[in-house]
């Protein structure tokens, strides 16, 4: 089983339009983070979360909000889905007492708005 | 602002050859990593190097950091169809116990059979 895993994976919506995008992780970190990726872009990220109740805005937190559930979730909502949101979304972990100081990402959101 | 800067912007190679990849970055670090990306998947880590050491190794791969001129290089050895993927280096400038990464625009590397 993946480690870190995403739902959904693939989500048409229309402009004006709430959703939500769940991340879930079995590795165990505290630190989780929401990330985006434009084509030929890399990664912004959007918010993070240290722990349950720490919750950070990153380079990009505007139209978006999140809800860090329990040490295992992290969610993303956009409140109003515009156009300009259209992107992949990547969930992603990481352990600060790592060694390697990596991030584990999951397999992404493909998220399309009309 | 995205912190680090991938060279080329994309890379095509044939099977066999080295291939080398290039990253800038404008503020102080803790480290630096470089992550790759398969088409449309989720970032693999690949391999990290501190701000005090200048090079390191893990079986094809080799990275050099240059903190006076804040430069970072990926070198693949002996590439093979398998390494085509996006690459991605990404800085960590947090400091203390807080840990976030900014990450590059990437270099697109195709490996031709």
């Known amino acids: 089983d993946a480690d870190v895993t995403q739902t959904p994976r693939n989500r048409i919506t229309k402009t004006g339009k709430r959703i939500m995008l769940e991340c879930s992780q079995t590795k165990g970190h505290d630190r989780m983070y929401w990330y985006r990726q434009d084509p030929g872009l890399g990664l912004q990220l959007i918010y993070y979360?240290?722990?349950?109740?720490?919750?950070n805005k990153g380079e990009i937190s505007d139209g978006y909000s999140v809800s860090r559930q329990a040490q295992a979730k992290f969610s993303l909502s956009l409140e109003s889905a515009i156009p300009n949101q259209t992107a992949l979304y990547f969930c992603a972990t990481s352990d600060p007492r790592s060694r390697t100081r990596e991030q584990f990402f999951g397999p992404g959101t493909r998220l399309t708005v009309l | 602002s995205q912190q680090g800067e991938e060279d080329p912007q994309a890379l095509s190679i044939q099977e066999g050859e080295n291939a080398t990849m290039n990253c800038s970055y404008k503020t102080s670090i803790n480290n630096l990593q470089w992550y790759r990306q398969n088409s449309g998947r989720g970032l693999v880590h690949l391999i990290l190097i501190r701000s005090n050491e200048r090079e390191k190794h893990s079986g094809r791969l080799r990275v050099t950091l240059d903190t006076s001129k804040k430069s970072s290089s990926l070198l693949i050895t002996a590439s093979r169809a398998a390494d085509t993927a996006s690459y991605f280096c990404?800085?960590?400038?947090?400091?203390?116990?807080?840990?976030?990464?900014?990450f590059g625009k990437g270099t697109l590397l195709t490996v031709n059979p």
């Open positions: 979360s240290f722990d349950v109740k720490d919750i």
């Open positions: 990404a800085t960590d400038d947090s400091g203390g116990s807080n840990y976030k990464l900014t």
